[in-house]
Structures are given as structure tokens and as C-alpha cells.
């Protein structure tokens, strides 16, 4: 089993920074993603970065050149570094971790989610 908490979220003046962390404990096979999500109300939760075990990073377009994640695999850790935020930002934020056996399928975990607000 695995488990990711999150701290990091809190209220922000648009143009603002927020920096998100996630620590994941357990079972962590060594093919796996780190990665935040997030969900705006009535909303869908959307992917907004990933890193990969391999150093593959993706960004939603909406995010890039003002979100950066980054990951330390040895400690099983994953931060989100969010600046410039806009309202339109404001969600709960999800820590996402994804991981498989050489030959398993994926299983997901999350973390309980922060909520960030970025005010106008």
C-alpha cells in the first residue's frame, strides 16, 4: 500500500507563488509517475504536470512556463512549484502517484488534496 500527503496549498493574489509537496510511503515500484491534478468545482480533474521515473516531465498547456514540478526519486518525493497564478488556477490539488511491476498493470494513488485559491 502506499500513501502521499500533500501540504503546500493556502490562498494567493493572482500573479502570486504557492509551492505544493507530496511525500509518497510504501510500496513504490521502481516504474512509476509522480505527478498533481487538479479539480475546479463542477469541473473535471485534469492532469497539470507529470514526471516520470525515467525524467520524462509533461506540463498542460495551460500551465507551462509558470508551473514547475520537480521529483527526488530517492526520497520519494515530488514538489510543484506554481507561479504567476491566475484565478482561474484556483482548484483542489492532487498529488498522483503511478506505478507498476515490470510486467503489471498500473495502480493509482492519491493524495488527499490541497486547495489552492488565487484571489483577483
Known amino acids: 500500500q502506499v500513501q502521499l500527503v500533500e501540504s503546500g496549498g493556502g490562498l494567493v493574489q493572482s500573479g502570486g507563488s504557492l509551492r505544493l509537496s507530496c511525500t509518497a510511503s510504501g510500496s513504490i515500484w521502481s516504474i512509476n509517475t509522480m505527478g498533481w491534478y487538479r479539480q475546479a468545482p463542477g469541473s473535471q480533474r485534469e492532469l497539470v504536470a507529470v514526471?516520470?521515473?525515467?525524467?520524462?516531465?509533461n506540463y498542460a498547456d495551460s500551465v507551462k512556463g509558470r508551473f514547475t514540478i520537480s521529483r527526488d526519486n530517492a526520497k520519494n518525493t515530488a514538489a510543484l512549484q506554481m507561479n504567476s497564478l491566475k484565478p482561474e488556477d484556483t482548484a483542489v490539488y492532487y498529488c498522483n502517484l503511478r506505478t507498476r511491476r515490470v510486467l503489471g498493470s498500473w495502480v493509482d494513488y492519491w493524495g488527499q488534496g490541497t486547495q489552492v485559491t488565487v484571489s483577483s
Open positions: 514526471s516520470t521515473s525515467g525524467g520524462d516531465i
